[in-house]
């Protein structure tokens, strides 16, 4: 079973602050990380793609991958009340099937 | 900017009866997806479809489900018999090259089984 684990939150945090989101998989065999952004009733929206070890950096978004760990955690910086939404967390392996965690709910409070 | 498009965006049917969604992929994409979401619960992996056939589908994906690609643009889902607790939101996916990681998602089709 390849399972993807998120803290479900909620998670919240001041405007201004840095929301620190984290996500675990089980399957070693996993290749390629994201995260998406989920409003309510709406589809996911991608945020961040991350291959390797280490940070990756785009805007005020920081997405780190420890493969040893079987860790990835996204940062956001200069957090905004436009932020709030729930962040997945998705893995996928060699065969192409993205899974996906349960999601946190982030709320960025003005 | 291309998209996924899904339809329909909402659909009420009685338990029993079968469903169609319907997908049309971004046009130069290879790869498709069937994903649904029960509300308040997790995005479930139901299915991919690469070639014109299944390439992976999940424990969800009984035997009451099937997807084809009738005219090679249409992407469908059938839901056979449904059931109440087959009522969720579906979600089209499509990817643009097998290398390709990036999955590009359709706006949602809710289905509401009574």
């Known amino acids: 079973q390849k399972e993807v684990e998120q803290n479900s939150g909620p998670l919240s945090v001041p405007e201004g602050a840095i929301a620190s989101l984290n996500c675990t998989y089980s399957d070693r065999g996993s290749q390629s990380f994201f995260w998406y952004r989920q409003y309510s009733g709406k589809s996911p929206e991608l945020i961040m793609s991350i291959y390797s070890n280490g940070d990756k950096e785009d805007g005020r978004f920081t997405a780190q991958l420890n493969k040893a760990s079987q860790y990835v955690s996204l940062l956001i910086r200069d957090s905004q009340p436009s932020d709030s939404a729930t962040y997945l967390c998705a893995v996928k392996g060699n065969n192409n099937d993205m899974r996906f965690g349960a999601g946190t709910r982030l709320t960025v409070k003005p | 900017e291309p998209e996924v498009t899904q339809t329909p965006s909402h659909q009420v049917t009685q338990m029993g009866q079968e469903v169609i969604l319907r997908c049309v992929p971004i046009?130069?994409?290879?790869?498709f997806y069937w994903y649904r979401q029960i509300l308040g619960q997790k995005v479930e992996f139901l299915v991919s479809?690469?070639?014109?056939?299944?390439?992976?589908k999940s424990e969800i994906f009984d035997d009451q489900f099937s997807v084809e690609r009738p005219d090679g643009s249409n992407f469908t889902l059938k839901i056979r018999s449904t059931k109440l607790e087959d009522s969720a939101m579906y979600f089209c996916?499509?990817?643009?090259?097998?290398?390709?990681?990036?999955?590009?998602f359709g706006e949602g089709s809710w289905l509401t089984v009574v």
């Open positions: 996916a499509s990817t643009p090259l097998l290398s390709s990681d990036t999955i590009y």
């Open positions: 479809f690469y070639n014109n056939e299944i390439s992976e």
């Open positions: 046009s130069n994409h290879l790869y």
